[in-house]
Structure formats: structure tokens, C-alpha cells
């Protein structure tokens, strides 16, 4: 009975053997991984389209009137301003022209 041993397996059956469970346990742990990969992206996707459906913050708010008094005291400092020659005609122009609607 020669080349074929009976008991414990030879050099080539162990090397084979330990093949099959180093490539069992690289699949297996190949897919855990990918798995966990999944999953962890599904969760972050679901954050982004949670953050996404939430209402988004209203517009900023136009910037409200002066109220008259606040007008007419800013329209007679700029008259003053151009009485005393501190602003030019353009100049007093644009800056009424800024504080009326």
C-alpha cells in the first residue's frame, strides 16, 4: 500500500486543508465587512434625507420701514449735513434716496 497513508494527512492534505478555512474565513469576514459598510452608509443616508425633509428656516425678513419719526429726524440730519456743505447735491441725493422708498 504505497501513496496512501492512513491516519493523519500529509504535508499537501494539511496545506490544502488550512487553504479551504484561510479562504472560508477571508470570504466571511469580506462580507461582514461589507455588510457593516451598508449599513453604516444606509444610516448616514437616512440622516442626510431626514436633514433634507426638515422644513428649511424662512427666508430672512425684509428689513422692516423706519418707523416716520426715525425718517424725518435721518432726512433733517442729512439736510443739516448739506446745509453745513459736508455733503455734495449727489451725495444728499443718494442718501435720501436710500432712506425713501
Same mark, same amino acid.
Given at each position: 500500500?504505497?501513496?496512501?497513508?492512513?491516519?493523519?494527512?500529509?504535508?499537501?492534505?494539511?496545506?490544502?486543508?488550512?487553504?479551504v478555512? *484561510?479562504?472560508? %474565513?477571508?470570504?466571511?469576514?469580506?462580507?461582514?465587512?461589507?455588510?457593516?459598510? $451598508?449599513? /453604516?452608509q444606509?444610516? @448616514? &443616508? *437616512?440622516?442626510? %434625507?431626514?436633514?433634507?425633509?426638515?422644513?428649511?428656516?424662512?427666508?430672512?425678513? $425684509?428689513? /422692516?420701514?423706519?418707523? @416716520? &419719526?426715525?425718517?424725518?429726524s435721518?432726512?433733517?440730519?442729512?439736510?443739516?449735513?448739506?446745509?453745513?456743505?459736508?455733503?455734495?447735491?449727489?451725495?444728499?441725493?443718494?442718501?435720501?434716496?436710500?432712506?425713501?422708498?
Open positions: 500500500m504505497r501513496g496512501r497513508r492512513v491516519g493523519r494527512p500529509g504535508l499537501l492534505g494539511t496545506m490544502g486543508r488550512t487553504a478555512v *484561510a479562504g472560508t %474565513a477571508t470570504a466571511v469576514s469580506g462580507r461582514v465587512a461589507r455588510n457593516q459598510n $451598508a449599513k /453604516a444606509e444610516q @448616514a &443616508d *437616512a440622516q442626510a %434625507a431626514e436633514q433634507q425633509a426638515a422644513a428649511p428656516p424662512p427666508p430672512p425678513a $425684509a428689513p /422692516a420701514p423706519p418707523p @416716520a &419719526d426715525d425718517l424725518i435721518q432726512l433733517e440730519r442729512l439736510g443739516s449735513l448739506h446745509a453745513q456743505g459736508l455733503l455734495t447735491d449727489e451725495e444728499f441725493a443718494a442718501a435720501k434716496g436710500s432712506l425713501l422708498p
